[in-house]
């Protein structure tokens, strides 16, 4: 029997006439009904494995496949595919159903390409064809995009608003590539730093309400720790004290921006 998505398969129940095994004329023929049901039940089945995550993909982090044991006979607009992720995307990536057809996967809200670190080793994802590519759902929350942080601050900047900065205190820290690095509340509210190697950051004499320093950070190597006790910022209210759950890959040659404030006793951090 056609999977769920063929038109052999109709809402209205009348309209579920064909010959069997697709359908129940009237005055079927009691040695066709075995044949039936057991495609009712294939067809069921199949349904059931794409969108309850039953695969795990397997391939590359920029050409994830997914193979199932009776695979679709076309990807049909609309059709849901959830899956768990065997390795993490080390860029844009594909996905390829089967044998069948190969499309990009791209962010649901705007339809951008997925950055580094986007799809978690491990991660359930789902995917919806939408006629031309992969549409992944609720993948912003694993991992900023900095392609649209970066669009943002680039029309701020061309924008006719105008700040004056004169006296606001600034302070770099130049490269560093080992130890800790402690950001002082009173060398300023924005300083920045380039890191080179394994680096620990902290800060000190921050406010407990209301004071904020921002960190802008050159990554060219090496990682980053981040104090301890801070409250992370994981968007749409969401809140984590794991810096590992905020989903941040440093890739070499990018800029991050970390802005630590203190709200009511508590530091918070967020990433972009």
Do not use: C
Request: aromatic share 8%.
């Amino acid at each position: 029997m056609a999977d769920l998505s063929d038109i052999s398969w109709q809402q209205n129940d009348e309209a579920n006439n064909s010959a069997s095994p697709n359908g129940f004329p009237v005055g079927v023929l009691p040695t066709q009904i075995g044949g039936a049901i057991r495609a009712h039940r294939g067809a069921s089945k199949r349904f059931w494995d794409r969108i309850n995550s039953m695969a795990i993909s397997t391939g590359t982090g920029a050409a994830y496949r997914i193979a199932y044991e009776v695979p679709p006979t076309a990807l049909v607009k609309g059709e849901v595919f959830r899956w768990f992720a065997h390795v993490a995307n080390t860029g844009p990536a594909t996905l390829r159903i089967n044998e069948v057809q190969t499309a990009p996967i791209v962010h649901n809200d705007d339809g951008a390409a997925l950055i580094a670190g986007n799809i978690p080793l491990g991660s359930v994802i789902t995917t919806v064809f939408d006629g031309t590519v992969f549409r992944a759902i609720g993948l912003d929350k694993y991992g900023p995009r900095m392609g649209a942080v970066e669009t943002s601050v680039t029309a701020l900047a061309a924008s006719t608003l105008k700040t004056d900065i004169s006296n606001i205190k600034t302070a770099n820290k130049g490269r560093v590539t080992t130890g800790t690095v402690i950001f002082n509340y009173a060398d300023g509210t924005y300083q920045s730093i380039e890191i080179g190697g394994p680096v620990a950051f902290d800060v000190a004499n921050m406010p407990t309400i209301g004071g904020t320093i921002q960190i802008n950070i050159t990554f060219t190597g090496g990682s980053i720790t981040m104090p301890p006790g801070v409250v992370w910022d994981l968007g749409s209210g969401e809140k984590t004290s794991t810096f590992s759950e905020v989903g941040v890959t440093w890739v070499v040659n990018r800029r991050y921006r970390v802005v630590f404030e203190g709200v009511n006793g508590v530091l918070t951090g967020l990433v972009s």
